[in-house]
């Protein structure tokens, strides 16, 4: 790579992308990469306060730019993800699908420890849509060290991919509405169709509804019941809280499952329950989730949906961004909520 002053650079090759800017107004590529330079281009190069351009001169240790954001994109990108063609020096990496962006945040870090090499990333465990852009990565030179890049590229791919996206799977789900008052008729149940607009996004089905009274070995019956009908999750609604007559909890423990945790780091949200029976987990839903538009039900759908089973260390680190703030307009989930930095 050679410096050459713009006015001495007729009929020569740019070998970087240069950027035009006018604040509040404008910001793009006003020349391209590769481009052979023609008088006309001279005043707009000084124009944009450019004395000098770059021509590309091969050097086996430095890798241009363009190349190395290719590189570093083609090895962070596992199933579920391309990467556009580079443009300013950035390659831009998208989902090919729905689904939950996984990211190995400690290898991020690992990445961005190492000198001239850039990866930002959307959050991990966020819910992506098919084409969305959830990384972007460049070098800071306009050519890196050779052995630079190789260690970046190294972290990024071993030993698994930096960044995938996992489908979610389309799962039956079976609800059981616990209460007295809504089983001896006394109310209606609103909680279904609050499930049916929650599970929708994943393309879920609904496989029944159950309603019992406050009884927990009744409550144990009916969630056994749904999973032996073929249920892949099973809700149950209502008596989550600490009042004596609340006894959801006890009738999901006389299931026999494995309870991760009961009482979540997470606002609004905390009397939440998960548990595993088996493989199928059955999750207890306090009255907020019909109250509030997102809640800890829209932090553990997603990774339900994308059949990975939750531990209690993944609960205990929702309480770092587990405060919503219930802003007027909801923009979950491009918010801080539920996201551990």
Known sequence: MRKVPVTEAVGMVLCHDITKIIPGCEKGRAFRRGQVITPGDIPKLLDLGKKHIYVWEPEIDLIHEDEAALRLARHSAGPGLSWDQPNQGRVNIRATRKGLLKVQVDRLHNVNELDDVVMATLHNNRVVTKDQVVAGTRVIPLAIQRHLLEAAEEIC????????????QPLWVGVVTTGSEVYSGR???????????????????????????????????????????????????GGMSVDP?????AGIKATGADVVFYGAPVLPGSMFMLAYLGHVPV???????????????????????????????????????????????????????????
């Not at 219930?326 to 909520?337: G, L, M, Q, S, V």
């Open 157 to 168: 791919a071993k030993p698994s991919p930096l960044l995938t996206v996992k489908p979610f």
């Open 187 to 237: 109310i209606q149940d609103g909680f279904c169709s609050i499930i049916r607009q929650k599970i929708a996004p994943f393309n879920a089905r609904i496989l029944g509804q159950v309603i019992v009274p406050d009884d927990p070995q009744v409550i144990s019956t009916q969630i056994r019941q749904m999973i032996a009908e073929g249920a892949d999750l099973v809700m149950v609604t």
């Open 245 to 249: 007559d609340d006894v959801t909890p």
């Open 283 to 341: 999750c207890g839903l306090p009255g907020c989730v019909m109250f509030n538009k997102t809640t800890i039900l829209d932090l553990i759908l997603p990774r339900i949906f994308a059949e990975e089973r939750l531990n209690r260390s993944d609960i205990v680190n929702l309480g770092h961004g587990g405060l919503c703030e219930e802003c007027e307009i909801c923009r979950y989930p491009a918010c801080p909520f539920g996201k551990a930095t």
